[in-house]
């Protein structure tokens, strides 16, 4: 009897054992952002009307037909004067950038944030684990990882990270690699630093896909510190929820709609085209098909059930998550979509349901600071911090779009009421304004006009 009561025990006491280090090993794949630090550039690289006119004007590639373009582009961005431009666009250096200029716009935001970052947590430089560094179109050597290192004097055995060419979603890729990190050592401290090298990439051609990024595209960037510490957990002001990246590159179309190139004449530029908005549709649908069951209640996800089965289908595979009854609000209170450009904003309020109010801090980060790529959701994050929406408790839902093309999508869960104006501080007060229309319209309008065809434009 006693054989056999020992040979059930054992297996039954391995059995518990391996429970309670997966479900250890499961508490503790945590992930906190302790701080979050935005790039503010100084008042004399601002793009107001005059000084972007200026800047469109001394390209002689362009004719009256790209200004009427430009000019109808601008109108509707939703961007408005108080934008940052590279100091080389204002120098009018854009058609022939050093290595010299690309460095000097990148360390200034990453080392204007860091310093920032280090100082408001106390946290040291030597006391950081990981560094993820993603900056897409510029990538020296030695690394941008290697140049912070460098400056701060970071220990040795550091876990530096360098990426490139992963768009305006990448941001939230470089989160998931900490997180996936953290997974394997504890009490750990990483280090997200998000931007864009805008300036080097200037388009100076004729082609219209092509001028659009020089439309929507601003300086900005963020950095982050994140970690894992269940000490810091008092000091955190999220807590990673859960994180879904989507990636079509293997369908062509997806591919090709956001994408480097040369024009015919040889000048660089990013290429925006027509099919970006239904490669950002198919991303975003697929992504939801992985994340909406971790993040919705069980009543929720039974009612759509039924309600496909059952009901009139949509031609949007995310429309027809609306249209089966599917509320996002029972699993998120805020949402956080990347400021790519009205379209982008429009388009994921109108798949998803959301009013004004949801869609306020994306309108007005994109108006404010433009698009600043993978930097672009921290603004608008701290755009709700500074109008004290975020109270403890609360959810976010990130959501972004990338070159790939990609679609990565998170959920924050707020630690605290959160009240700091951040970036924010000096105009918040004044937002949302009572419109966000650019003033282009009303001192270049006269460019739609038949008779324009016949005014010789001055270049000097």
Same mark, same amino acid.
């Given at each position: 009897?006693?054989?056999?009561?020992?040979? @059930?025990?054992?297996?039954?006491?391995?059995?518990? *054992?391996?429970?309670?280090?997966?479900?250890?090993?499961?508490?503790?794949?945590?992930?906190?952002?302790? /701080?979050?630090?935005?790039?503010?550039?100084?008042?004399?690289?601002?793009?107001?009307?005059?000084?972007?006119?200026?800047?469109?004007?001394?390209?002689?590639?362009?004719?009256?037909?790209?200004?009427? @373009?430009?000019?109808?582009?601008?109108?509707?961005?939703?961007?408005?004067?108080?934008?940052?431009?590279?100091? *080389?666009?204002?120098?009018?250096?854009?058609?022939?950038?050093?290595?010299?200029?690309?460095?000097?716009? *990148?360390?200034?935001?990453?080392?204007?944030?860091?310093?920032?970052? #280090?100082?408001?947590?106390?946290? &040291?430089?030597?006391?950081?684990?990981?560094?993820?560094?993603?900056?897409?179109?510029?990538?020296?050597?030695?690394?941008?990882?290697?140049?912070?290192? !460098?400056?701060?004097?970071?220990?040795?055995? +550091?876990?530096?990270?360098?990426?490139?060419?992963?768009?305006? $979603?990448?941001?939230?890729?470089?989160?998931?690699?900490?997180?996936?990190?953290?997974? #394997? /050592?504890?009490?750990?401290?990483?280090?997200?630093?998000?931007?864009? &090298?805008?300036?080097? !990439?200037?388009?100076?051609?004729?082609? %219209?896909?092509?001028?659009? $990024?020089?439309?929507? #595209?601003?300086?900005?960037?963020?950095?982050?510190?994140?970690?894992?510490?269940?000490?810091?957990?008092?000091?955190?002001?999220?807590?990673?929820?859960?994180?879904?990246?989507?990636?079509?590159?293997?369908?062509?179309?997806?591919?090709?709609?956001? +994408?480097?190139?040369?024009?015919?004449?040889?000048?660089?530029?990013?290429?925006?085209?027509?099919?970006?908005?239904?490669?950002?549709?198919?991303? @975003?649908?697929?992504?939801? %098909?992985?994340?909406?069951?971790?993040?919705?209640?069980?009543?929720?996800?039974?009612?759509?059930? *039924?309600?496909?089965?059952?009901?009139?289908?949509?031609? $949007?595979?995310?429309?027809?998550?609306?249209?089966?009854?599917?509320?996002?609000?029972?699993?998120?209170? /805020?949402?956080?979509?990347?400021?790519?450009?009205?379209?982008? +904003?429009?388009?994921?309020?109108?798949?998803?349901?959301?009013?004004?109010?949801?869609?306020?801090?994306?309108?007005?980060?994109? /108006?404010?600071?433009?698009?600043?790529?993978?930097?672009?959701?921290?603004?608008?994050?701290?755009?709700?911090?500074?109008?004290?929406?975020?109270?403890?408790?609360?959810?976010?839902?990130?959501?972004?779009?990338?070159?790939?093309?990609?679609?990565?999508?998170?959920?924050?869960?707020?630690?605290?009421?959160?009240?700091?104006?951040?970036?924010?501080?000096?105009?918040?007060?004044?937002?949302?304004?009572?419109?966000?229309?650019?003033?282009?319209?009303?001192?270049?309008?006269? +460019?739609?006009?038949? &008779?324009? &065809?016949?005014?010789?434009?001055?270049?000097?």
């Amino acid at each position: 009897m006693e054989l056999l009561l020992a040979v @059930f025990l054992l297996p039954l006491s391995y059995a518990i *054992i391996l429970f309670c280090k997966k479900l250890l090993a499961w508490r503790d794949q945590r992930c906190y952002m302790v /701080h979050y630090e935005c790039f503010k550039a100084s008042e004399d690289t601002k793009l107001n009307t005059d000084t972007c006119a200026g800047i469109v004007l001394r390209n002689k590639n362009l004719g009256l037909e790209e200004y009427k @373009f430009l000019l109808q582009t601008i109108v509707s961005s939703g961007i408005g004067e108080e934008t940052y431009s590279p100091k *080389i666009v204002l120098a009018g250096q854009e058609d022939s950038p050093s290595l010299k200029d690309s460095l000097s716009e *990148i360390e200034e935001i990453m080392y204007d944030t860091l310093d920032k970052l #280090f100082a408001k947590t106390g946290v &040291s430089p030597s006391e950081i684990d990981v560094l993820v560094v993603n900056v897409s179109l510029l990538s020296p050597s030695p690394s941008l990882t290697a140049r912070i290192i !460098n400056r701060y004097k970071m220990k040795e055995d +550091i876990k530096s990270y360098n990426l490139s060419g992963m768009g305006c $979603s990448a941001s939230l890729l470089a989160i998931d690699i900490a997180r996936n990190i953290f997974k #394997f /050592h504890k009490d750990a401290f990483a280090v997200v630093v998000s931007t864009e &090298s805008m300036g080097p !990439n200037w388009y100076c051609g004729r082609e %219209k896909s092509m001028m659009l $990024s020089n439309c929507l #595209f601003r300086v900005g960037g963020c950095s982050m510190l994140l970690t894992n510490k269940r000490a810091m957990k008092h000091r955190a002001l999220f807590k990673l929820n859960t994180l879904v990246r989507t990636h079509l590159g293997s369908n062509d179309e997806a591919y090709n709609c956001c +994408i480097q190139i040369e024009d015919s004449l040889g000048y660089r530029g990013f290429c925006l085209t027509k099919k970006l908005t239904k490669a950002a549709a198919l991303s @975003f649908t697929e992504n939801l %098909k992985a994340l909406v069951p971790k993040v919705l209640p069980l009543w929720q996800l039974l009612r759509y059930v *039924i309600s496909s089965r059952f009901g009139k289908k949509n031609d $949007s595979p995310v429309l027809e998550l609306v249209a089966a009854g599917l509320d996002f609000k029972t699993g998120v209170e /805020h949402f956080c979509i990347h400021p790519g450009g009205r379209a982008v +904003i429009d388009g994921v309020g109108k798949s998803l349901g959301l009013t004004e109010y949801d869609l306020e801090p994306a309108r007005m980060a994109l /108006h404010r600071f433009g698009n600043t790529s993978a930097g672009g959701l921290w603004y608008v994050l701290g755009y709700m911090e500074a109008k004290k929406r975020l109270k403890k408790g609360d959810r976010i839902l990130m959501i972004s779009f990338g070159a790939g093309f990609k679609c990565n999508n998170c959920v924050w869960q707020v630690m605290k009421d959160l009240k700091d104006a951040n970036v924010w501080e000096d105009c918040i007060a004044s937002y949302p304004p009572k419109s966000i229309v650019n003033p282009f319209i009303e001192k270049y309008g006269w +460019i739609n006009d038949p &008779s324009a &065809s016949f005014v010789k434009l001055d270049w000097n």
